[in-house]
């Protein structure tokens, strides 16, 4: 099993930069896929960006692409969620999770696919 704990969420105004993170402790760190999923008062939780095992492979939804970046660290076994040229709409409960059935060189966007889950970090983005 493995437990994930966010952090690094906060107030934001729209166009500035946040950076969140997620610590794991359990397994092996680096046998799990990650991802960032977020989720706003009313909606669905969606997938923002994903990483490979090894960090080699990288995807983002459209919404944030080219504006966050995914980022890993096996040996402190943490995952990074950088977020740049924040949004109103980019405001949610930003979680992470561990895909463990994933193939080693991919990252699934299929929010039944990730096995564990942190407690989520409200990231807010005002004007």
């Known amino acids: 099993q493995v437990q994930l704990v966010e952090s690094g969420g906060g107030l934001v105004q729209a166009g500035g930069s946040l950076r969140v993170s997620c610590a794991a402790s359990?397994?092996?760190?680096?046998?799990?896929?990650m991802g960032w999923f977020r989720q706003a008062p009313g909606k669905e939780r969606e997938f923002v960006a994903g990483?490979?095992?090894?960090?080699?492979?990288?995807y983002y939804s459209d919404s944030v692409k080219g504006r966050f970046t995914i980022s890993r660290d096996n040996a402190k076994n943490t995952v990074y969620l950088q977020m740049n040229s924040l949004k109103l709409e980019d405001t949610a409960v930003y979680y992470c999770?561990?895909?463990?059935?994933?193939?080693?060189?991919?990252?699934?966007?299929?929010?039944?696919?990730?096995?564990?889950w942190g407690q989520g970090t409200q990231v807010t983005v005002s004007s």
């Open positions: 359990g397994r092996t760190f680096s046998n799990y896929a």
């Open positions: 999770a561990a895909d463990q059935r994933t193939l080693k060189f991919a990252v699934t966007t299929n929010v039944d696919v990730y096995d564990y």
């Open positions: 990483i490979s095992r090894s960090g080699g492979t990288t």
